[in-house]
């Protein structure tokens, strides 16, 4: 009878806390995101757990709490003592308006604690209110950090999160500190999740996805999934983890252990497929924590862009988060974007404030530094096309017998010192470069929204023309400096293909690379088409001084071997005449002698 009682008593707050009427219990709303503008596939809002033990701290009002500095606006709520919303002052969507927002505005919030009660059931903090520390419900950071206290009673114990936000730093310190934590859960520990997604910013929802995913970082590895080959995806660590987090093309939500971890987990989920207008995905980081022993836990959370210098003082790894192409082109690529690419940006960017004439500066640096590669592979070529008559010979020759044609060929090579690969391999020595390049330059945040002639935006496609209707694997819009790459090609072509013998082929291939390359590079960063233009107008104009160079040379050698000619005839001629006079003195001699006779007698 006992037992019943109690177990039928109605709960008991504690004092102070006022009873809240049921109606009033509802997630008081933010200004929602526009329609396609969330990479997220909302996810499904936490339960109440349906333990008694926690029915209290499941009653309340919510309140707001917002913090500012200078790069960003949060807002908190006492309902789950969670990230409502996330706004960064510096850096605009791609209407150039509406600021980039890291969090879900529409969801329950982006953090949350989940564990185990007493009772075995699944408790998720953002189901539970929270009491605030502070009586102001607007907070600047001005020169000193800004602490925000969240409490909620549960049991005999109580649980306490803390941020932590500094002045001028994308950073936030959160602190978790669990007080007599075994009359409300059990010793399993508990999981730090982050589920709030990152919104889209730009204009090309397609690119953003390919560039989107959940990481986790441990053993000095990067592992990753992503959601453009399956609808769902997740991977699971045990042991250390460095760091968990989730990115879109541009930006990050990175959550960092100071304490040892158990594991880690992601998960991701998708609706409809990529390219489609009502594709989203959305992705969660968990990070499994052991039970706390006396300290508090403390995380450190970046949310901001993905700038090499902020990622890289972390000494954690954090920019292995950008995506630089397959594991075989990987490993050559990221040196070079790391070491070469985005220190030669940010120096060059510090006396050139317009990134357009960086990106100019820039292809005419790297084809001065690979100016002698060019140089000789040009040279190469040329050596080959003044052979192409005696090949022509030798295959004309030997037209019913390779093997003899090929041994022809090689023994040519060998006279004349030529090497059919001597134009391939130096232009291939630069491959790695251009496809650094490539993959450095669309993920780039210093040119988002960097605007140079006609382009808006440099990391986005400078449409010149909207076409009423799409071509397939091309868009339905003409990019400018994709455009004028294309044509530079041809030029750039028509000049190395100067003096060759007419080949349908190869003329075939001088219009039909351009346009194959035009279709392509439609769609990429105009930052990017603008690099390849000035690339081929720089190498045209080297092919054009080193064929000149080349002809001068040439003609000099024809001089000289013309003077040479003459000298050899003039002294052939010389000997002849010599030699022609000795046989005339040698008869005079012998005409004269016989007179003398004729005198003598």
Same mark, same amino acid.
């Given at each position: 009878?006992?037992?019943?009682?109690?177990?039928?008593?109605?709960?008991?707050?504690?004092?102070?806390?006022?009873?809240?009427?049921?109606?009033?219990?509802?997630?008081?709303?933010?200004?929602?995101?526009?329609?396609?503008?969330?990479?997220?596939?909302?996810?499904?809002?936490?339960?109440?757990?349906?333990?008694?033990?926690?029915?209290?701290?499941?009653?309340?009002?919510?309140?707001?709490?917002?913090?500012?500095?200078?790069?960003?606006?949060?807002?908190?709520?006492?309902?789950?003592?969670?990230?409502?919303?996330?706004?960064?002052?510096?850096?605009?969507?791609?209407?150039?308006?509406?600021?980039?927002?890291?969090?879900?505005?529409?969801?329950?919030?982006?953090?949350?604690?989940?564990?185990?009660?007493?009772?075995?059931?699944?408790?998720?903090?953002?189901?539970?209110?929270?009491?605030?520390?502070?009586?102001?419900?607007?907070?600047?950071? *001005?020169?000193?950090?800004?602490?925000?206290?969240?409490?909620?009673?549960?049991?005999?114990?109580?649980?306490?999160?803390?941020?932590?936000f500094q002045p001028n730093s994308?950073?936030?310190?959160?602190?978790?500190?669990?007080?007599?934590?075994?009359?409300?859960?059990?010793?399993?520990?508990?999981?730090?999740? &982050?589920?709030?997604?990152?919104?889209?910013?730009?204009?090309?929802?397609?690119?953003?996805?390919?560039?989107?995913?959940?990481?986790?970082?441990?053993?000095?590895?990067?592992?990753?999934?992503?959601?453009?080959?399956?609808?769902?995806?997740?991977?699971?660590?045990?042991?250390?983890? *460095?760091?968990?987090?989730?990115?879109?093309?541009?930006?990050?939500?990175?959550v960092i252990p100071t304490q040892?971890?158990?594991?880690?987990?992601?998960?991701?989920?998708?609706?409809?497929?990529?390219?489609?207008?009502?594709?989203?995905?959305?992705?969660?980081?968990?990070?499994?924590?052991?039970?706390?022993?006396?300290?508090?836990?403390?995380?450190?959370?970046?949310?901001?862009?993905?700038?090499?210098?902020?990622?890289?003082?972390?000494?954690?790894?954090?920019? $292995?988060?950008?995506?630089?192409? &397959?594991?075989?082109?990987?490993?050559?690529?990221?040196?070079?974007? =790391?070491?070469?690419? @985005?220190?030669?940006?940010?120096?060059?960017?510090?006396?050139?404030?317009?990134?357009?004439?960086?990106?100019?500066?820039?292809?005419?640096?790297?084809?001065?530094?690979?100016?002698?590669?060019?140089? =000789?592979?040009?040279?190469?070529?040329? =050596?080959?096309?003044?052979?192409?008559?005696?090949?022509?010979?030798?295959?004309?020759?030997?037209a019913d017998n390779p093997q003899?044609?090929?041994?022809?060929?090689?023994?040519?090579?060998?006279?004349?010192?030529?090497?059919?690969?001597?134009?391939?391999?130096?232009?291939?020595?630069?491959?790695? @470069?251009?496809?650094?390049? &490539?993959?450095?330059?669309?993920?780039?945040?210093?040119?988002?929204?960097?605007?140079?002639?006609?382009?808006? $935006?440099?990391?986005?496609?400078?449409?010149?023309?909207?076409?009423?209707?799409?071509?397939?694997?091309?868009? $339905?819009?003409?990019?400018?400096?994709?455009?004028?790459?294309?044509?530079?090609?041809?030029?750039?072509?028509?000049?190395?293909?100067?003096?060759?013998?007419?080949?349908?082929?190869?003329?075939?291939?001088?219009?039909?690379?351009?346009?194959?390359?035009?279709?392509?590079?439609?769609?990429?960063?105009?930052?990017?088409?603008?690099?390849?233009?000035?690339?081929?107008?720089?190498?045209?104009?080297?092919?054009?001084?080193?064929?000149?160079?080349?002809?001068?040379?040439?003609?000099?050698?024809?001089?000289?071997?013309?003077?040479?000619?003459?000298?050899?005839?003039?002294?052939?001629?010389?000997?002849?005449?010599?030699?022609?006079?000795?046989?005339?003195?040698?008869?005079?001699?012998?005409?004269?002698?016989?007179?003398?006779?004729?005198?003598?007698?």
């Amino acid at each position: 009878m006992m037992v019943w009682l109690m177990w039928l008593a109605p709960e008991q707050t504690r004092p102070g806390a006022p009873v809240p009427d049921p109606q009033e219990q509802v997630v008081q709303p933010l200004p929602e995101a526009e329609d396609g503008a969330r990479t997220s596939v909302s996810p499904t809002v936490p339960r109440a757990t349906g333990d008694t033990l926690f029915a209290a701290a499941e009653r309340g009002f919510e309140e707001l709490i917002t913090v500012e500095n200078d790069l960003y606006t949060a807002v908190l709520s006492t309902k789950g003592a969670t990230i409502r919303s996330f706004e960064l002052k510096d850096y605009k969507k791609f209407d150039g308006e509406t600021p980039v927002q890291l969090v879900d505005t529409s969801g329950v919030g982006a953090l949350a604690l989940a564990f185990t009660s007493q009772n075995s059931h699944a408790v998720d903090t953002r189901t539970l209110y929270f009491d605030v520390e502070t009586e102001e419900r607007h907070l600047v950071v *001005d020169d000193q950090n800004v602490t925000v206290s969240f409490a909620t009673y549960v049991g005999d114990g109580r649980l306490l999160q803390t941020y932590t936000f500094q002045p001028n730093s994308y950073e936030i310190v959160l602190t978790v500190d669990q007080q007599n934590p075994e009359s409300y859960a059990t010793r399993d520990g508990y999981a730090l999740i &982050w589920d709030g997604a990152l919104q889209y910013s730009e204009d090309n929802p397609k690119m953003e996805a390919q560039n989107s995913g959940a990481f986790v970082h441990a053993g000095g590895d990067t592992q990753s999934i992503t959601l453009l080959r399956k609808e769902d995806n997740d991977v699971s660590i045990n042991g250390k983890v *460095d760091w968990v987090s989730i990115k879109n093309q541009y930006f990050a939500a990175v959550v960092i252990p100071t304490q040892e971890t158990r594991g880690a987990e992601l998960f991701g989920a998708r609706a409809g497929e990529p390219g489609d207008p009502d594709f989203q995905q959305h992705f969660e980081a968990v990070l499994e924590m052991r039970p706390q022993e006396t300290e508090a836990h403390t995380f450190r959370m970046y949310l901001g862009p993905m700038e090499y210098q902020r990622l890289a003082a972390y000494r954690l790894n954090l920019y $292995d988060m950008v995506d630089y192409g &397959w594991n075989w082109m990987e490993w050559m690529v990221r040196p070079l974007a =790391k070491f070469v690419f @985005i220190p030669l940006f940010g120096f060059l960017h510090s006396f050139i404030p317009s990134y357009g004439i960086v990106i100019i500066i820039l292809a005419l640096i790297i084809k001065l530094v690979t100016y002698p590669l060019t140089k =000789k592979s040009f040279r190469s070529m040329a =050596k080959m096309r003044d052979l192409q008559p005696q090949m022509e010979a030798i295959k004309e020759k030997h037209a019913d017998n390779p093997q003899k044609q090929q041994e022809a060929m090689m023994k040519m090579y060998k006279e004349t010192g030529a090497n059919p690969l001597g134009g391939c391999m130096p232009m291939l020595l630069q491959y790695p @470069i251009i496809i650094a390049l &490539w993959r450095f330059l669309p993920q780039s945040i210093e040119i988002r929204q960097q605007g140079f002639l006609w382009a808006s $935006d440099l990391s986005a496609p400078d449409k010149i023309l909207q076409l009423p209707f799409e071509i397939p694997f091309y868009g $339905d819009f003409v990019a400018g400096f994709t455009l004028l790459m294309g044509l530079s090609m041809i030029v750039q072509m028509r000049i190395q293909s100067a003096g060759t013998p007419s080949n349908p082929q190869m003329k075939m291939i001088t219009y039909m690379m351009p346009v194959m390359i035009f279709a392509i590079f439609n769609r990429f960063a105009a930052g990017l088409s603008l690099y390849y233009l000035c690339y081929n107008v720089i190498t045209a104009v080297q092919q054009k001084w080193i064929n000149h160079t080349l002809e001068k040379e040439k003609e000099a050698n024809e001089d000289s071997n013309g003077l040479a000619e003459h000298a050899g005839k003039i002294a052939r001629d010389t000997a002849a005449a010599k030699g022609k006079n000795r046989g005339n003195g040698k008869a005079r001699s012998t005409k004269s002698g016989k007179g003398q006779k004729k005198v003598n007698r």
